[in-house]
């Protein structure tokens, strides 16, 4: 008689071993805790609160900065943009809630979400002239750069 090897020996020890990394991995973040897959101090909270934050793509141009910014769910009167110091700060927030009732059946959810961002500008910009405007989720904030006067040339005496 043949011995066969069971299939399900050597799933448990893949998932023995996805575990003890996950542990070192939470353990490398200075958690005591086990790391969860689920729950808060898991390995993935930082990736997470990455992939929650919005996504920012900021252009330079001749006479003016574009920053393209991801708000899919946001409307306009949602979210509000500031520029002060070469900073950007963008903060979104949005109250949804749904009631459906039906015979002996009641069901009430409510939701809340909020993110923000500040981007580091590389330059001054003019925040008199800053303008924005949000088209299909997308927030563009136009930031013209503040003229810098001309270097003059300064005779010593």
Known sequence: MSSRSNPFEELERL?????????ETSRRRGSDEPA???GSNGPFD???SEFESMAVDLAEHD??????VDL??????????RVTDHVLRIEAEHDESAEESEENYLRRERRHESTSRSIRLPDEVDTDAVSASMNNGVLTVTLPKLESENAREIDIE
């Not at 998932?15 to 542990?23: G, L, N, P």
Request: charged letters at 40%; a negative charge; zero cysteines.
């Open 46 to 48: 930082q990736w997470e």
């Open 63 to 68: 006479d003016e900065f574009v920053a393209s």
């Open 72 to 81: 899919p769910g946001f409307e306009r009167d949602e979210v509000e943009v």
């Open 36 to 38: 969860v897959w689920w």
């Open 15 to 23: 998932f023995e071993r996805m575990s003890r990394q996950f542990d």
